[in-house]
Nanobody
């Protein structure tokens, strides 16, 4: 069974930074990407960024490009989402997710991830 535990959310002023962490336990996920998604009240869950466990290759959504980066630490099975220059519009619940099934690119589809973290709230005050 694959489990994900997130941490690092909180309240921050606009222009500030936060780093989210997501530690994964279990098997079968390390060949595939870890995705980061967010969901604001009344909106659909949207893709933010993803990192491939084996290669380290990353992609980020256009809406956060230049401000957010993602990475992973294979030794600790932990993925990270570094968020800089946060804006009010970035306020949402952030989720990490992994999968154990092969899909082709892109890595941005919500329904292609099987296992999800519990979510962590990020609130940016303007």
């Amino acid at each position: 069974q694959v489990q994900l535990v997130e941490s690092g959310g909180g309240l921050v002023q606009a222009g500030g930074s936060l780093r989210l962490s997501c530690t994964v336990s279990g098997r079968g996920f390390s060949t595939y990407p870890m995705g980061w998604f967010r969901q604001a009240p009344g909106k659909e869950r949207e893709f933010v960024a993803a990192v491939n466990w084996s290669s380290g290759h990353t992609i980020v959504a256009d809406s956060v490009k230049g401000r957010f980066t993602t990475s992973r630490d294979i030794a600790t099975n932990t993925g990270y989402l570094q968020m800089n220059s946060l804006q009010f519009e970035d306020s949402a619940v952030y989720y990490c997710a992994v999968r154990t099934i092969s899909y082709g690119p892109p890595w941005s589809k919500v329904n292609e991830y099987q296992y999800w973290g519990q979510g962590t709230q990020v609130t940016v005050s303007s």
